[in-house]
């Protein structure tokens, strides 16, 4: 294709770009991370018990950071493109794969904890475990369907309404974890505001994706852009309207 344009002399003579970084490595990086970050929480707790509790709190907060990160990521790529929120997208499913890698840890911490003080699960009623049990069944499915394979047989609309309802029932996991905190301390109203705010970003985002669509859709060739879910130039799953 290159070859028809006017010769330029940077393509004539490419230089080799350096390899992106992303994907699995990503991964590896973030992982490495946040075990680092769960390991030293729990370490530097005055026992083990309130070690472990150090580390729920921690990888709830870690998993939180991931969590609006992928939630926000088509929405500031649409309203703010540039590098920075072009890599988020590009990475969104290596930040959704890492949030669940982070809950895992909290359920790890969850579960030293529960060994730790014996008292902790049966002083539970099963009420208090059901938006967290919810949360994780909503993790585990997007993480599952995040492989290529599966949400290539799943198909597009179906994919898409898994993931757009399944963020949406995690961001109410967290609101409620949140807000029923406040009272106990009036610093989590911050991540309430936070999970608030990335609310309104993508309600912001999808309107004005609507008002774009419906411009183009005033021009020949408009409904070639206006499909909701399509893989992207660099082969990934984006829904660009979630
Ligand atoms: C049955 C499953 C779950 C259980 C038993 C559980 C248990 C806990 C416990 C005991 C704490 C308080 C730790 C402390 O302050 O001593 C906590 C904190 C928290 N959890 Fe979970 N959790 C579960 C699932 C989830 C899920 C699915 C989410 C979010 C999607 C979540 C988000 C949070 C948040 C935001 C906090 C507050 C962290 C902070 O203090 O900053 N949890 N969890």
Avoid at 104 to 126: C, M, N, V
Avoid at 153 to 164: S, Y
Avoid at 169 to 196: D, E, H
């Amino acid at each position: 294709m290159s070859t028809q344009h006017s010769p330029s002399p940077i393509r004539a003579n490419p230089i080799p770009s350096p390899r992106r970084f992303g994907g699995w490595r990503l991964f590896l990086v973030l992982a490495a991370l946040l075990m680092g970050t769960a390991g030293a929480a729990y370490l530097l707790g005055p026992d083990a018990v309130e070690g472990s509790r150090r580390a729920i709190r921690v990888t709830a907060r870690t998993s939180f950071v991931l969590f609006l990160a992928a939630f926000t990521a088509s929405s500031f790529a649409s309203l703010m493109p540039g590098p920075f929120t072009r890599a988020l997208l590009r990475e969104r499913r290596i930040v959704g794969l890492s949030f669940a890698f982070s809950h895992l840890l909290h359920a790890i911490a969850i579960y030293t904890f529960g060994q730790l003080s014996p008292e902790f699960w049966p002083g539970r009623s099963t009420l208090a475990n059901l938006p967290g049990t919810i949360g994780y069944a909503s993790i585990l499915l997007l993480a599952v369907t995040s492989h290529r394979g599966l949400a290539r047989r799943m198909g597009p609309a179906a994919w898409r309404r898994l993931h757009v309802t399944g963020m949406w029932v995690i961001a109410a996991v967290f609101t409620y974890s949140y807000f029923k905190r406040v009272p106990m301390n009036a610093w989590y109203a911050v991540p309430s505001a936070l999970l608030f705010t990335a609310v309104v970003v993508r309600l912001i985002a999808k309107r004005a994706q609507a008002l774009r669509h419906g411009t183009r859709s005033l021009m020949p060739g408009g409904w070639a852009s206006s499909r909701p879910w399509s893989a992207d130039a660099r082969g990934t799953m984006n829904d660009r309207r979630s």
